[in-house]
C-alpha cells in the first residue's frame, strides 16, 4: 500500500481500478485542519490528466504496471507491431492507443512498452529520436542564422517547424516529449 506520504514525481497509483502516474504534487498542512495533498494524475490507459485532492491518511494500492524493451518491427491495418527482446513474442497497439507517439516509430526502433494486468497500453519513447526530412520547400543561401521556420514533413509523416536551411533528405534530431526540432545530425 502506498500512503500520500509517499507521493513522488512519476509513482503509480491503482485509483478506481486504473493505473495513474503522479505528475505532480503539492502537500498542504493549513492552519486548521487536517493536512492534505494536492495532486495532478495522468491517467497510463487513456492518458487522460486529474487533478485530485487527497486526505494525508489516504492509501492506495499499486498497480499491476510491468515494463518491458520491445522493437517495433512494422505497422499494417492490424495495427503496429512490437516484439518482446526477451522470449520475442510479438504485441500488436492499434493507432488510436499510440496517437500520435505512432509518428517517432521507425522499424527496429527500441521502445519500452507499458503493460497492465499483462495487457500492453502503451509504449514510452525515448527522449529524441533521428528522422529524416520526407518534403519541404527548398532552402536557399543566406537563411542559415535567421529565426524563421517552415513545416517540413518527417520520414514518418511528422510535420515539424525546422529553420528554413533545412532540406529534404537531412537527418534532425527531434524532440519526442514536445514534437518539436533540435538540430541536424551530422553524419560525418
Known sequence: MIQVSDFKRNLKLLIDGEP?????????????????????????????????TFKSNEKFEVPDVEFKNVNFLYSDESGYHFMDQENFEQVALQEEDLDPKHLYLLENSEVTMLFFNERAIDIELPNTVNLTVAQTDPGFKGNTVTNTYKPATLETGLVVQVPLHINEGDLLKIDTSEGKYMERVNLK
Open 20 to 52: 495513474y502516474a503522479i505528475v505532480d504534487f503539492h502537500h498542504t498542512k493549513p492552519g486548521k485542519g487536517n493536512a492534505f495533498t494536492k495532486t495532478k494524475l495522468k491517467n497510463m490507459i487513456t492518458g487522460k490528466n486529474l487533478e485530485s
